[in-house]
């Protein structure tokens, strides 16, 4: 009979064998068993579940990134070399290590000298001198007395003290909600700040670990000594000195590692053959670059970027690509579908360290086809110069903002265009800055920031949350008592207005263009053959709307003692009469005066080929009231953006043809088909021969006018200057204040040479607070720019 197995039989005759053995056979048993079991396990992970485990490591250490962006590249004209103003490229980021070996006096120099080369080569002293300035958190001022080695020095003495200074920032928790905000920002721990709504933490500042480290518990939970480790002191192993270098800086950044790294190796093997035995290699290896080697200090990231070589001078005309890939505003906004394809990733390998491993980047290329290539009828030189002058006038007029748009009249060629304030798409996240409002710049904010959005901190009412001085507060728009209350402190935009530096106001603006309107009243008066320029009329100095029931209201000349009397309509257009104005279009009428609106490109886009692009409708003139009708005779109660201005007054300066303004010269596809834009007139708006009537009132007006301060010694100019009031709440500002500074818009429209003409420009500047009208602002600003222009073209003078 077959005996069954019991298992407590078994168990007891085991333990009675392992009581017979002594302590050197027990051991000698667990040794066997524990090395049979890690065998079997080997086994498993090498053979069995090879393939698992493999990818597994694999995907350690691979990272998959968003590849440098395939989108086409942006040029300015090819009649200014073709300059290349958006490019997506790898921008090196440079970087140490603080804790490696070497020389840290050659370090610190080396790296002063990339800084030089990053802020001031190719770039004016005092741009040099601003952008150390910001670098280095420092005061410079004196052109004169700082010498580039005062600079380096400067620089030296910063980054020596980053260096050496311990990590200042730790990240503790993201997503802060908004309610433990409030609780945090109730500690009043300046240990602790914000980044968006990111918690971090610098533990220089922090005085009690224990109940700081309670409190973080208490609110977010975790363990209290978990959250205490994050506060220790620990020495900088990463500092990022200059991130998105540029072209020229990373070509001599690779060229001074690469000569340092040859000075080392030819040092060493030049005392190893002095050395007769003396020092092991390692021990002269050591000596050598502890004296002379910066390269081990050195990281060089990869930073794929949208790269535009021009900043701020071009910004508003590109646009930006943002975080995730997609183009806004400008040409990139425009054009997101043309110019990007597909968005390429690839896959990165990285060592034990998380360091990318050379020759590894593979398996990752999804794409590499490139989108369309746009070159632009900017020119670049132009651009640059116009930015540069257009932001000198603007501070000069201590103005809000100016804009300027230069068009070839022949073509519609955009050929410039300029906002200031303006913005930087290398760094289009800093519009976001929000600066103290300090009272020894603004005496009078209420006066000097008219105009500008500004803040107070209200944690209660705020309506957005942002970071000032290191906390995340809630913040609201200023009320005017707020404004003129002294003892509050308010913000401002760094940039004056935030995000809406985004946005190009030549063409995303509109504006009532005021005086230099009366060039198209005159223009349409002479081409319906109603008046010729040395017409009279008689000038009352006003005119009278009577609605009866005793409500009157009257428009009125400025220069009364030019307008009143017997005039003629040149005298009405050089000395801006609006009661001549008035004249001109009740002899026309209403219908073929909004005939001649239109055509002229009122009421409708110009389509040009820019993101963001407004307009204004005009109403059948049915609907116009009478005040209406000779109000926008004189450029009021109609509005317009820059672009349609410019278009209009190409058409007076080119013999009478509405020509299509655009801005793209060419595209370029990837599969080679290469598209080039043709100058397109759409319609004949006036005659030639009343082209050329306008053009001669208008460099009269030049010559002896309001216009006069726009003129070129040397040279027929044909311009107008216009000054409007401010709409406010369906009236005008200054009727609510005792001056009108600050409160106007002034503007000037013109084109040279008169009869030949190269280029029109419109200037518009907002919110002056030196002069309040066009003769002293837009005028001076257009005469600057023309002679530029005609020296540029090499336009002879005029004998």
Same mark, same amino acid.
């Given at each position: 009979?077959q005996?069954?197995?019991?298992?407590?039989?078994?168990?007891?005759?085991l333990?009675?064998?392992f009581q017979?053995?002594d302590?050197?056979?027990i051991?000698?048993?667990?040794?066997?068993?524990?090395s049979?079991?890690m065998l079997?396990?080997?086994?498993?992970?090498?053979?069995?579940?090879h393939?698992?485990?493999?990818?597994?490591?694999?995907?350690q250490q691979k990272?998959?990134?968003?590849?440098?962006?395939?989108r086409?590249?942006?040029?300015?004209?090819?009649a200014?070399l073709?300059?290349?103003?958006?490019?997506?490229?790898n921008?090196?980021?440079?970087?140490?290590?603080?804790?490696?070996k070497g020389?840290?006096?050659k370090?610190?120099?080396?790296?002063a000298?990339?800084?030089?080369?990053?802020?001031?080569?190719?770039k004016?002293d005092?741009e040099?001198?601003?952008?150390?300035s910001?670098?280095?958190?420092s005061k410079?001022?004196?052109?004169d007395?700082l010498?580039k080695n005062?600079?380096?020095?400067?620089i030296?003495?910063y980054?020596k003290g980053r260096?050496?200074?311990?990590?200042?920032?730790v990240?503790?928790?993201?997503?802060?909600g908004?309610e433990?905000?409030e609780?945090?920002?109730?500690w009043?721990?300046?240990?602790?700040?914000?980044?968006?709504?990111?918690l971090y933490v610098?533990p220089t500042k922090?005085?009690?670990?224990?109940?700081l480290?309670y409190?973080?518990?208490?609110?977010f939970?975790?363990?209290q000594?978990q959250?205490?480790?994050?506060?220790?002191?620990r020495?900088k192993q990463?500092l990022?000195?200059?991130?998105k270098?540029?072209?020229g800086t990373?070509?001599?950044v690779?060229?001074?590692?690469?000569e340092?790294?040859t000075?080392?190796?030819?040092?060493?093997?030049?005392?190893?053959?002095? &050395?007769? #035995?003396?020092l092991?290699k390692?021990?002269?290896?050591e000596?050598i +670059?502890?004296?002379y $080697?910066? %390269? /081990?200090?050195?990281?060089?990231e990869?930073?794929?970027?949208?790269?535009?070589p021009e900043?701020?001078a071009l910004?508003?005309?590109?646009g930006?690509v943002?975080?995730?890939?997609?183009?806004?505003?400008?040409?990139?906004g425009?054009?997101?579908n043309?110019l990007?394809?597909?968005?390429p990733t690839?896959?990165i390998t990285?060592?034990?360290?998380g360091?990318?491993?050379?020759?590894?980047?593979?398996?990752?290329?999804?794409?590499?086809?490139?989108?369309?290539?746009?070159?632009l009828?900017?020119d670049?030189?132009v651009?640059?110069?116009l930015?540069?002058?257009?932001e000198?006038?603007?501070?000069?007029?201590?103005? &809000?903002e #100016?804009s300027?748009?230069?068009m070839?009249?022949?073509?519609?060629? +955009?050929?410039?265009? $300029?906002n %200031? /304030?303006d913005?930087?798409?290398?760094?289009?996240?800093?519009v976001h800055?929000?600066?103290?409002?300090?009272y020894a710049?603004?005496?009078?904010p209420a006066?000097?920031l008219?105009?500008?959005?500004?803040?107070?901190?209200d944690s209660?009412?705020g309506t957005?949350a942002?970071n000032?001085e290191?906390?995340?507060v809630k913040?609201?728009?200023?009320?005017l008592?707020?404004v003129?209350?002294?003892?509050i402190?308010?913000?401002k935009?760094k940039?004056?207005?935030g995000?809406?530096?985004?946005?190009?106001?030549?063409?995303?603006?509109?504006y009532?263009?005021?005086?230099?309107?009366?060039?198209?009243?005159?223009?349409?008066?002479?081409?319906?053959g109603?008046?010729?320029?040395d017409?009279?009329y008689?000038?009352k100095?006003y005119?009278?709307?009577?609605?009866?029931?005793?409500?009157?209201q009257r428009?009125?000349?400025?220069a009364r003692?030019?307008?009143g009397?017997?005039h003629?309509y040149?005298?009405?257009?050089?000395?801006?009469?609006?009661?001549?104005m008035?004249n001109?279009?009740?002899?026309v009428?209403r219908s073929?005066f909004e005939d001649y609106?239109r055509?002229f490109?009122?009421g409708?886009?110009?389509?040009?080929?820019l993101d963001g692009e407004?307009?204004?409708?005009?109403?059948?003139?049915?609907?116009?009231?009478r005040?209406q009708?000779f109000?926008?005779s004189?450029?009021q109660g109609?509005?317009?953006t820059?672009?349609q201005m410019?278009?209009?007054?190409?058409?007076l300066?080119n013999?009478?043809?509405?020509?299509?303004?655009?801005?793209?010269?060419?595209m370029?596809?990837?599969?080679g088909?290469?598209i080039?834009?043709?100058?397109?007139p759409?319609r004949r708006?006036?005659?030639?021969?009343?082209?050329?009537?306008?053009?001669a009132?208008?460099?009269?007006g030049v010559?002896?006018?309001?216009?006069s301060?726009?003129?070129v010694?040397?040279?027929?100019?044909?311009?107008k200057?216009g000054?409007s009031?401010?709409?406010y709440k369906?009236?005008?500002?200054?009727?609510y204040?005792?001056?009108d500074l600050?409160?106007t818009t002034?503007?000037?429209?013109?084109?040279?040479?008169?009869?030949?003409?190269?280029?029109?420009m419109?200037v518009?500047?907002?919110?002056p607070?030196?002069?309040?009208?066009?003769e002293?602002?837009a005028s001076a600003?257009?005469?600057?720019?023309?002679?530029?222009l005609?020296?540029?073209y090499?336009?002879?003078?005029?004998?």
């Amino acid at each position: 009979m077959q005996q069954k197995f019991s298992f407590s039989l078994f168990f007891s005759r085991l333990i009675r064998y392992f009581q017979k053995l002594d302590r050197i056979g027990i051991i000698w048993y667990i040794i066997v068993i524990f090395s049979i079991v890690m065998l079997s396990v080997t086994f498993s992970f090498t053979v069995f579940q090879h393939e698992y485990y493999t990818q597994k490591a694999a995907a350690q250490q691979k990272r998959v990134v968003k590849n440098a962006i395939s989108r086409g590249t942006i040029k300015s004209s090819e009649a200014s070399l073709a300059g290349v103003i958006g490019v997506s490229t790898n921008l090196g980021t440079l970087a140490i290590d603080p804790t490696q070996k070497g020389s840290k006096d050659k370090l610190l120099s080396f790296l002063a000298d990339a800084v030089l080369e990053e802020f001031c080569t190719h770039k004016s002293d005092g741009e040099c001198i601003s952008s150390i300035s910001n670098y280095t958190r420092s005061k410079l001022e004196d052109e004169d007395g700082l010498t580039k080695n005062i600079l380096k020095k400067t620089i030296i003495t910063y980054l020596k003290g980053r260096m050496e200074s311990p990590i200042e920032s730790v990240f503790l928790k993201k997503n802060v909600g908004n309610e433990d905000i409030e609780i945090i920002n109730s500690w009043d721990n300046e240990a602790l700040f914000f980044v968006v709504n990111n918690l971090y933490v610098n533990p220089t500042k922090v005085q009690n670990k224990s109940d700081l480290g309670y409190k973080l518990t208490e609110l977010f939970g975790g363990e209290q000594e978990q959250w205490e480790t994050k506060f220790k002191i620990r020495k900088k192993q990463h500092l990022e000195i200059l991130r998105k270098m540029s072209i020229g800086t990373r070509d001599m950044v690779n060229l001074a590692l690469e000569e340092n790294d040859t000075l080392v190796e030819n040092m060493i093997e030049q005392k190893l053959s002095k &050395n007769k #035995g003396i020092l092991t290699k390692k021990e002269v290896r050591e000596d050598i +670059i502890k004296n002379y $080697a910066f %390269y /081990p200090f050195i990281k060089i990231e990869d930073n794929l970027v949208r790269y535009y070589p021009e900043g701020n001078a071009l910004g508003q005309i590109t646009g930006f690509v943002d975080n995730e890939g997609l183009g806004r505003y400008g040409i990139e906004g425009y054009f997101e579908n043309e110019l990007q394809k597909e968005s390429p990733t690839r896959t990165i390998t990285k060592d034990l360290a998380g360091r990318p491993l050379e020759g590894y980047a593979s398996g990752g290329v999804l794409s590499t086809k490139n989108g369309t290539n746009i070159t632009l009828t900017i020119d670049r030189n132009v651009q640059k110069e116009l930015t540069k002058r257009l932001e000198g006038y603007v501070k000069r007029f201590r103005a &809000n903002e #100016g804009s300027v748009i230069v068009m070839d009249p022949k073509t519609g060629a +955009i050929i410039a265009m $300029a906002n %200031y /304030p303006d913005y930087d798409p290398n760094n289009f996240t800093d519009v976001h800055e929000l600066e103290p409002v300090i009272y020894a710049r603004y005496k009078n904010p209420a006066f000097d920031l008219f105009g500008f959005p500004l803040f107070v901190i209200d944690s209660k009412n705020g309506t957005t949350a942002t970071n000032i001085e290191g906390k995340r507060v809630k913040i609201r728009e200023a009320t005017l008592e707020e404004v003129e209350n002294f003892a509050i402190q308010k913000y401002k935009y760094k940039n004056g207005y935030g995000v809406g530096n985004y946005k190009n106001n030549i063409v995303s603006s509109l504006y009532e263009p005021g005086s230099v309107f009366k060039a198209f009243t005159v223009a349409i008066g002479i081409d319906a053959g109603e008046i010729k320029a040395d017409d009279t009329y008689y000038d009352k100095n006003y005119v009278e709307l009577d609605y009866g029931n005793g409500f009157k209201q009257r428009i009125n000349n400025l220069a009364r003692s030019k307008c009143g009397g017997w005039h003629t309509y040149q005298n009405a257009l050089s000395w801006s009469c609006n009661v001549g104005m008035v004249n001109i279009i009740e002899k026309v009428g209403r219908s073929l005066f909004e005939d001649y609106l239109r055509d002229f490109g009122f009421g409708v886009k110009t389509n040009i080929t820019l993101d963001g692009e407004v307009f204004s409708q005009i109403a059948p003139n049915e609907k116009w009231s009478r005040m209406q009708f000779f109000t926008m005779s004189f450029g009021q109660g109609i509005s317009a953006t820059m672009v349609q201005m410019a278009a209009a007054y190409s058409t007076l300066a080119n013999g009478g043809v509405y020509m299509q303004p655009y801005i793209v010269e060419s595209m370029e596809y990837p599969d080679g088909r290469k598209i080039q834009s043709i100058p397109t007139p759409l319609r004949r708006v006036i005659s030639e021969e009343s082209s050329k009537a306008i053009t001669a009132m208008l460099v009269q007006g030049v010559r002896r006018g309001f216009a006069s301060a726009g003129g070129v010694a040397g040279y027929a100019v044909a311009g107008k200057t216009g000054t409007s009031q401010i709409p406010y709440k369906g009236t005008y500002e200054n009727k609510y204040f005792r001056q009108d500074l600050g409160h106007t818009t002034t503007s000037f429209g013109g084109y040279a040479p008169a009869y030949n003409p190269k280029f029109v420009m419109i200037v518009r500047i907002t919110r002056p607070r030196t002069e309040v009208y066009a003769e002293k602002t837009a005028s001076a600003m257009f005469a600057n720019m023309a002679e530029y222009l005609l020296k540029y073209y090499k336009v002879p003078q005029q004998k």
